[in-house]
């Protein structure tokens, strides 16, 4: 049986990930069997959006459970979408994920970053969040523009660029993305390589745990690269 191909979805509290997903979801193959698992602590406010009307996709929630993830991928499924939780260090959940997909026979496939652009203007002190996302994508999707200036949006892009950052950079409009089924494309295109296969005879943990710099940790138990806390910028308040 072919392995279910996982999408996560990273992005903080109110930076519009569910309408996102929902308009991803219509890029999936006719054919396919979707699971959306989000996070409990986000499920009632996620039921709000376009994903609790019916579709004919399979509802899972996960759950932090002393640094793991915990959830199972129901049988049969073809298309995994994750949805990190918006308050949390998403690298902490990245680490758990490179764990998880492979002890749960799930192949990453592509891991976005939906970005509050509204947020991430009016607080730089969160370049170094959006950094850490960042490094893990495959795609960004410039979300929440709505008075944000052409031209901080403009220097957002660039920056990654002018770094060689080979992720793909897209505005969305209205929550709609241009083609949902080439953001699905699973050719990967991140600057990360923690999810990539074992190259040298290695176990991929070993490999990846040890090159990838988000991971790094000091003697003294805190990370290398420490980024901002999401929660003193995006409250519990948020929209999804």
Known sequence: MTAAKAYIILGAAGSGRYEILADLLSGVPASGRVTVCVPAAERNRADATALGSGESHVWATWTWDDGEIDTEVP???????????????????????????????????????????????????????????????????????????????????????????????????????????????????RLSHLFDGDTEGEPEEAVAETTDPYLVRLPSGKRDREIPDIGDYAGSGQSV
């Not at 680490?95 to 997909?101: F, T």
């Not at 496939?109 to 002190?125: F, K, M, S």
């Not at 901080?152 to 897209?170: L, T, V």
């Open 75 to 189: 049988e049969g499924t073809t298309h995994f979408f994750f949805v990190t939780e918006g308050l949390r260090n998403p690298v902490d959940q990245i680490e758990a994920l490179s764990h998880w997909l492979p002890e749960n026979g799930v192949e990453p496939a592509r891991i976005l970053t939906v970005v509050h652009c509204r947020l991430a203007q009016e607080n730089p002190g969160l370049d170094k969040w959006y950094d850490a996302c960042i490094h893990f994508s495959d795609y960004v999707l410039l979300n929440r523009r709505e008075g944000v200036s052409e031209k901080w949006i403009r220097g957002f892009r660039e920056r990654y660029g002018k770094a060689f950052y080979p992720c793909i950079f897209e505005p969305v409009k209205k929550g709609r993305i241009k083609n949902p089924a080439l953001v699905l494309d699973p050719l990967p295109r």
